[in-house]
């Protein structure tokens, strides 16, 4: 099979899509789309290209039996900007390639992230890496926000005072704040795309890197929209269940009670909680 050129794809080439205050992603570049994974798969015996409804089927084939290596042929090159905290939490997925630009060669631009008033919130009470759903009142808000941009303006007037005096870029630098935006250019191939994706659009993401998740989630339906949608229905929209939840929906489905399953497997407190959970909203705790 020759390049593979998918129009929807190309239609979108270097669309540049906000996100958050200051950020933006776009597509720069792409290899490869649905037809690319299907036939990836089928070199092994030879076999030619199928009709759309076959090619979905060998793709949902796939990927609900973790057969990964054919989504490893489609590749995509993004170009991001996004706040720094944003980016450290980006580059934990290490199954990718980026270039980002340098303190050390450049002069960082006087761009800082500054939430929206309904995005500030207090502590959860329940979950400790993040915060709750209800955001404070809008006059905290408006002082916190307040707080955070004052703090933003002496930085970054010190950083420039700093590179004024001379001193060295990779020195001025170094007290500038995670609200600063950065930019680079990220490659990722199809598989690892989605496993960033199955992490980041969960509600337990915060919220700035689930913002661009969910661009790019609409950007990599352009690109293979079968894949997508294989991947929405058996990984993002999916739940796992342990040994002993599985035990205790067997023994619900031939009549017993919740209750007497659960304690039938030892499943109490919070185990008890996220199985629940589970049946009741498919919430994976």
Known sequence: MA???????????DKEYPVLDKGFIRLVDYMGGDDRIVQAARVSYGEGTKTVREDAGLIRYLLRNEHTSPFEQVVFTFHAK????????????????L???????????????????????????DNKQGRNDEPVSPKEAAEIIATLEQGQQVAYHSYQQLIGHGLARELARINLPLSM??????QIDLHNLLH???????????????AYAEIMLEIAKKVCPLAVEAFEEHRRGAVSFSARE?????????????EDAMEEEGLEGRDAQRFLAKLEDGRQL
């Open 3 to 13: 390049h593979s050129i998918v129009a929807s794809a190309e239609a979108i080439l």
């Open 82 to 97: 996004m706040p720094v905290f944003v980016a450290r939490q980006w580059v934990r997925h290490r199954t990718a390639r």
């Open 99 to 125: 270039n980002e630009i340098s303190g050390r060669y450049s002069v960082m631009k006087d761009e800082f992230y500054l939430p929206e008033a309904e995005k500030v919130a207090s502590q959860s009470t």
């Open 181 to 186: 935006y950065t930019e680079w250019y990220w």
């Open 196 to 210: 960033f994706l199955r992490l980041r659009l969960d509600p337990h993401a915060q919220y700035e890197i689930r």
């Open 246 to 258: 599985f035990a205790a929906l067997q023994a619900m489905l031939a009549g017993k009670s919740s």
